[in-house]
């Protein structure tokens, strides 16, 4: 019988033991958001929340209760752009890193 892991799983252990990646994966869901991409934005801030503060430490710093912050970050989510921002700030804050947003010609 093949081990097999669950993928939440996989990606909480990558982010506690690999900073990189998890500054890849809030890189990645920054950059999905500004592209227009907010659903798959929310799934892997999502993941990266699970995999940091957890909702009830993201609840706590938001001032949000976890189930709205859950609500949120759900598939069908829809999170203002204060709560967006908040959420970010949270995690820019549990990993240690800054954002910083460069514009190109397309």
Known sequence: ??????????????????PAFAQALLDEAVNLFLKGEPDIARLVLRDLVNATVGFEGLA?????????????????GNPTMENFSA???????????????????G
């Open 1 to 18: 019988m093949a081990l097999t892991r669950d993928f939440k799983e996989t990606v909480v252990s990558r982010v506690k033991s690999d």
């Open 60 to 76: 706590l710093d938001i001032h949000k209760s976890s189930k709205s912050v859950h609500r949120m970050l759900s598939r069908s």
């Open 87 to 105: 959420i970010i700030t949270a995690i820019k804050k549990a990993l240690h890193v800054d954002i910083k947003a460069q514009v190109v010609p």
